[in-house]
């Protein structure tokens, strides 16, 4: 996909694939958004309610039209969108909204309060905490995307190479488990590496508007992990 296209592909309400690229934006953004607001001071129940009020509201309003490319990083305008709606919307008929509203989409708010309370201590403002959610939730983007491009085996193995899953390997597992060499398997995991920087690089790039805005989100990105 190209700089902003999904951005883009979202706000023209006449293609086919808007709703589904509206969709995937929210799906990358609720957990970030909801870590912020944990960290801004919303208790566990509120920030839940809150999360589900904006996202309708989001969604609702058509607000995603209003994004521009010229303007910054989509992440940077949804919590502009964030701050105005909670001190308009919000905070006058959230009560109203408790258990009402279109529900869109489904929230694990039970994983996204794990993620939020395995912030590490240095995530200290709402800002870093929604950062670090946001890069955690890319990482699953491109992991998700590398499975496509790899055997079940391979992935499983280069997942667990990286201490991911619950019995990490060396290399030289990694190396037996596929029946290759020593030196495939170095070859193997700098290849796989590639391929995982560039799911990362396309998750980000379709939410940005130049190559400056690129490479700093990637920065961002890789001090927030």
């Known amino acids: ?3 902003w ?37 919303f ?18 309003k ?18 502009s969108i964030l701050e105005g709606f909670l001190a308009n919307e919000w905070r006058r008929d959230h009560a109203q909204r ?6 869109t989409r489904t929230y694990d708010f039970t994983a996204a309060e794990k993620v939020y309370k395995d912030m590490p201590a240095h995530c200290v403002t709402a800002q870093q905490v929604f950062d670090r959610a946001w890069a955690l939730r890319v990482m699953d983007i491109a992991w998700n995307g590398l499975k496509g491009k790899l055997s079940r085996k391979e ?17 030289q597992q990694l190396a037996d488990t596929l029946g290759i060499t020593d030196k495939v398997a170095m070859h193997f995991i700098a290849d796989t590496r590639k391929l995982l920087q560039q799911e990362m690089r396309a998750a980000v790039r379709d939410t940005v508007g130049n190559d400056a805005d690129l490479k700093d989100e990637l920065d961002i990105l890789f001090k927030s992990l």
């Open 155 to 171: 992935y499983e193995a280069f997942f667990a190479y990286h201490g991911i899953g619950d019995t990490p390997v060396s290399r």
């Open 43 to 60: 208790r566990f129940d509120k920030a839940q309610d809150a999360t589900q009020a904006y996202f309708t509201h989001f969604v609702e």
């Open 1 to 3: 996909a190209s700089r």
């Open 5 to 41: 296209s999904r951005v883009l592909l979202a706000q023209d309400s006449t293609n086919p694939g808007a709703r589904q690229a509206l969709d995937e934006l929210c799906a990358e953004y609720w957990e970030p958004i909801y870590s912020f607001l944990r960290r801004s001071g």
């Open 98 to 103: 408790r258990g009402g509203g279109t529900k």
């Open 62 to 79: 058509k607000l995603v039209k209003l994004a521009d490319p010229n303007k910054g990083r989509f992440r940077n305008f949804l919590l």
